[in-house]
């Protein structure tokens, strides 16, 4: 396992070994070079430097991010590259385009004065990404230095991480924008820190009540490693190693080719399981006469608000002093049971009358910031599925670090593929992110020798995830072509059919 602190800043290399694998190399190295050729048609001066932010595809712990409980993702190959070159001027101007300009349209604005860019996050233009990260960076580095005044960008981003696929394309876009923005304005190095937690509030900026994981994963990754990240005191990560097994461990991502924007469908799933988790969490504080202090969630308050007000009361049992954490999630998972009873969910009224407060105020309070489309709130299922979701991330994490000694190594990854199996019936069934797509590819997969499946990123189609032994990938893949690509995609193409399925490493975070 790699050395590691969240703390260091993020590396600098003139390499490309550090980055990609050495397959990849060749390819990577023609994209690069490219970049920089089409930086200097376009704009007739070589970038000054380039920041690079990768995607990520979340091994175990889904939707359980924005309560603020650990999650265990990885990051892959798949990036986004921003190539910039500076000017100082009186009126700082950004001019942005994209490798790809045919189908993303290059664009010019101005800078305020005071860093405030206006961002329509109703407008879902491809240029917002990049705006946000550059309006949180310009905002920290108002915040050391109210002096400061933003540079001119001349800006050429080519990314090849699948939009709307479920390995979080939007993160490492902006993840990388403001990467790129801090190191353009700025000659202090960027720490890892400090520029995860300017992605994830940046990132709210277009409209998605982000929970921090997948910001996480694309800056703080290190190749070899899963990478544990927890929220709670505070933003934490720390590189998880794979034990040596025969077979190895190997993951397969496959993509279902249903579109999922999240920045798109928000209001009706990714916006509005946030707005249930968070009032799950107030509901049954209210009930036991609990008040949740404000956290790092996306509405300030989180079931792990709840885990920690609940057992510093006096309604904890006396022996829970001594439990693990594996106990106090299963007593809660009990508590949820016997609080939230409705199953058929909670509209606004009972929930408000369970807040103590009208409609309006509920509304104004939860649904506002990002708006939410719903007659009835399940407040039980997504609180149950947050606290179990945990219990087995929990599970996993104790397997990597400590393997059974006695039960070889087949017995190891059984266990490890039982949990991701549990966590797609979880999201399937009672946290309703999964599709009928999503649950095929899984199902296909593990008939064809695959020890665990499950959906990956926000769900409602996007990517799934798979841990296959190394004997097996060929046959899951050929697996997934006849039964699933080849029926549902009659004319597709061996081009497309290559980028479907992936078996992926554990990638790099972000560089410069």
């Keep these: 396992m790699a050395s590691h602190s969240i703390h260091e800043p993020v590396p600098i290399t003139k390499s490309l070994d550090l980055v990609y694998e050495a397959a990849s190399l060749p390819n990577q190295q023609k994209r690069w070079d490219t970049l920089r050729s089409r930086f200097f ?88 990404y990049f705006k946000a990260g550059l309006k949180g960076a310009l905002a920290l580095i108002k915040a050391g230095d109210a002096s400061a005044t933003p540079r001119s960008m001349s800006v050429l981003i080519d990314g090849n991480v699948p939009s709307g696929g479920g390995l979080s394309s939007s993160a490492a876009f902006v993840c990388a924008s403001a990467l790129a923005v801090l190191h353009a304005n700025r000659p202090a190095p960027v720490s890892k820190k400090e520029l995860v937690e300017l992605a994830i509030v940046s990132e709210r900026a277009v409209g998605v009540n982000s ?6 994963a694309s800056v703080f990754s290190l190749r070899g490693d899963a990478v544990s990240v927890s929220f709670s005191p505070e933003l934490h990560a720390e590189p998880i190693a794979f034990p040596a097994t025969d077979p190895p461990i190997t993951f397969m991502i496959a993509q279902s080719f249903v579109a999922a924007d ?42 792990r608000g709840l885990q920690n007000a609940y057992f510093h009361s006096s309604h904890a049992p006396p022996e829970s002093t001594r439990w693990n954490v594996e106990e106090k999630l299963t007593h809660l998972v009990h508590l949820v049971e016997e609080t939230l009873t409705n199953k058929a969910g909670y509209n606004r009224q009972e929930i408000a009358s369970a807040l103590n407060i009208p409609v309006p105020a509920l509304e104004s309070r939860y649904m506002t910031k990002f708006p939410v489309r719903a007659s009835h709130f399940l407040l039980r299922q997504r609180a149950l599925h947050v606290f179990r979701e945990a219990i087995r991330v929990t599970r996993f994490k104790a397997l990597l670090q400590t393997p059974p000694a006695d039960d070889g190594h087949d017995a190891l990854l059984r266990r490890l593929g039982a949990l991701m199996n549990e966590t797609q019936t979880s999201c399937r069934e009672v946290y309703e992110c999964s599709c009928p797509e999503l649950d095929e590819l899984c199902a296909i997969a593990r008939e064809a020798g695959a020890y665990g499946s499950r959906l990956t990123g926000a769900g409602w189609g996007g990517c799934t995830v798979h841990l296959v032994p190394m004997g097996k990938v060929q046959a899951v893949r050929a697996a997934w072509e006849e039964r699933y690509y080849r029926v549902k995609f009659p004319g597709i193409s061996d081009e497309r059919l290559a980028e479907a399925v992936v078996a992926s490493e554990p990638g790099q975070g972000s560089v410069m």
Excluded at 107 to 122: H, K, M, Q, R, W
Aim: aromatic share 6%; net charge negative; charged share 20%.
């Design 41 to 128: 048609k376009l704009y007739g001066k070589n970038p000054d430097f380039v920041a690079r932010s990768p995607g990520r595809v979340n091994i175990i712990g889904e939707h359980i991010d924005y309560s603020l409980y650990e999650v265990l993702p990885m990051a892959i190959e798949a990036d986004v590259i921003i190539a910039i070159a500076t000017s100082a001027s009186q009126e700082a101007q950004v001019s942005i385009s994209n490798v790809n300009n045919q189908k993303f349209k290059s664009s010019e604005f101005t800078i305020p004065a005071n860093g405030e860019l206006d961002i329509d996050a109703s407008a879902h233009e491809w240029t917002n």
């Design 211 to 216: 929970g921090g994981m997948d910001q996480a």
């Design 262 to 303: 999240k920045h798109v469908t928000a209001p009706e799933c990714y916006n509005l399981r946030v707005v249930e988790c968070t009032l799950a969490a107030e509901v049954v504080a209210a009930h036991l006469g609990l008040q949740l202090e404000s956290d790092s969630a996306p509405l300030s308050q989180s079931l």
